[in-house]
């Protein structure tokens, strides 16, 4: 019995290290599509390019060129600007509707399971589809809202949503806030439900009225979902590029007033503003944006952890 045991323990323990093989296919994907791409991005970054043909390193040459050389540093800071200006529409329209609305889901209303799946199915729908509908839908000339607005007599209203500087990125972000918006709603609505009833019911007898359990307990109570949200908006802000490219083209227009990063990075790795150091340039642009959405997404997790109230 002595003698076997430790064979007894030696196949244990191999079958106990086996399971770890179930984790290398994710691993491998991982691997192959996450940690390549960025170090091979950041060695790009590093040399100077003639064509596809990697040729002199050059250290930070690249980034020196972006931040400081025309065209490229007046092309980033005016695409850093609307991205900047892309996630506070979102917040703003997105999150806060969403909020609103899943504090109405959440309480006595009849039909809830109905209204949760009319506003997710936007979602289902693709990116490069909901752009396209939007395009025919803000034509100037036969789109179905200049249509309407002239139908009921605000005809002076009209005009040429996509084709306006003034207006064309705040028509995307408005856009882009209908697609998601559903998707967030659900996020709010399992924040809103871990919120125990005997919270309120304290609050109520404490005296504490509509708008104080608002401020003081649905929001605190709540901040786990709206940290979540809020780092997920200022990613998908950061990193947009589908729903504008479909509307607008990879220039951004009119007169790239809705130009943004992910343009910006289309543009210069095929060439058409860095010319030959195209993959250099735009290798150092994508490091750039990782960093910026990596510091601050991990500020933002901190800043958030330190307001997350325990209940």
Same mark, same amino acid.
């Given at each position: 019995?002595? @003698?076997?045991?430790?064979?007894?323990?030696?196949?244990?323990?191999?079958?106990?290290?086996?399971?770890?093989?179930?984790?290398?296919?994710?691993?491998?994907? #991982?691997?192959?599509?996450?940690?390549?791409?960025?170090?091979?991005?950041? %060695?790009?970054?590093?040399?100077?390019?003639?064509?596809?043909?990697?040729?002199? =390193?050059?250290? %930070?040459?690249?980034?020196?060129? %972006?931040?400081?050389?025309?065209?490229?540093?007046?092309?980033?800071?005016?695409?850093?600007?609307?991205?900047?200006i892309y996630f506070a529409g979102?917040?703003?329209?997105?999150?806060?509707?969403?909020?609103?609305?899943?504090?109405?889901?959440?309480?006595?209303?009849?039909?809830?399971? =109905?209204?949760?799946?009319?506003?997710?199915?936007?979602?289902?729908?693709?990116? /490069?589809?909901?752009?396209?509908?939007?395009?025919?839908?803000?034509?100037?000339? #036969?789109?179905?809202l200049n249509t309407f607005l002239?139908?009921?007599?605000?005809?002076?209203?009209?005009?040429?949503?996509?084709?306006?500087?003034?207006?064309?990125?705040?028509?995307? /972000?408005?856009?882009?806030?209908?697609?998601?918006?559903?998707?967030?709603?659900?996020?709010?609505?399992?924040?809103?439900?871990?919120?125990?009833?005997?919270? #309120?019911?304290?609050?109520?007898?404490?005296?504490?009225?509509?708008?104080?359990?608002?401020?003081?307990?649905?929001?605190?109570?709540?901040?786990?979902?709206?940290?979540?949200?809020?780092?997920?908006? =200022?990613?998908?802000?950061?990193?947009?590029?589908?729903?504008?490219?479909?509307?607008?083209?990879?220039?951004?227009?009119?007169?790239?007033?809705?130009?943004?990063?992910?343009? #910006?990075?289309?543009?210069?790795?095929?060439?058409?503003?860095?010319?030959?150091?195209? /993959?250099? /340039?735009?290798?150092?642009?994508?490091?750039?944006?990782?960093?910026?959405?990596? @510091?601050?997404? @991990?500020?933002?997790?901190?800043?958030?952890?330190?307001?997350?109230?325990?209940?």
């Amino acid at each position: 019995m002595n @003698a076997m045991k430790p064979a007894v323990i030696k196949k244990r323990n191999l079958a106990k290290h086996m399971v770890h093989l179930f984790l290398l296919p994710a691993l491998i994907f #991982y691997v192959g599509f996450m940690i390549y791409p960025i170090v091979q991005a950041l %060695l790009n970054s590093l040399f100077s390019w003639k064509g596809l043909v990697r040729d002199k =390193f050059i250290g %930070l040459q690249n980034f020196i060129r %972006l931040f400081t050389e025309s065209p490229f540093n007046e092309m980033f800071t005016r695409a850093l600007s609307h991205n900047v200006i892309y996630f506070a529409g979102m917040i703003i329209f997105e999150m806060v509707v969403a909020f609103l609305l899943a504090m109405l889901i959440n309480s006595k209303m009849k039909g809830k399971e =109905f209204f949760k799946t009319v506003f997710f199915i936007p979602k289902l729908l693709s990116v /490069i589809v909901v752009g396209f509908l939007f395009s025919l839908i803000l034509n100037p000339t #036969y789109g179905a809202l200049n249509t309407f607005l002239s139908f009921i007599g605000l005809g002076e209203l009209a005009k040429p949503w996509l084709g306006d500087p003034h207006t064309a990125l705040y028509s995307i /972000i408005l856009v882009n806030s209908w697609y998601g918006f559903g998707f967030a709603v659900l996020i709010f609505l399992v924040g809103l439900q871990a919120i125990s009833a005997e919270v #309120y019911e304290a609050a109520r007898i404490d005296g504490a009225s509509g708008t104080k359990m608002v401020t003081k307990i649905t929001i605190p109570l709540a901040m786990p979902s709206i940290m979540i949200m809020t780092i997920l908006t =200022f990613i998908s802000s950061f990193e947009t590029f589908e729903l504008i490219f479909a509307m607008q083209g990879s220039s951004g227009g009119p007169y790239y007033s809705t130009d943004v990063l992910g343009l #910006y990075f289309y543009r210069l790795a095929f060439g058409s503003v860095s010319g030959g150091d195209s /993959i250099g /340039i735009g290798s150092a642009l994508a490091v750039v944006l990782l960093v910026l959405i990596s @510091a601050a997404t @991990a500020i933002s997790m901190y800043f958030f952890k330190r307001k997350e109230v325990e209940h």
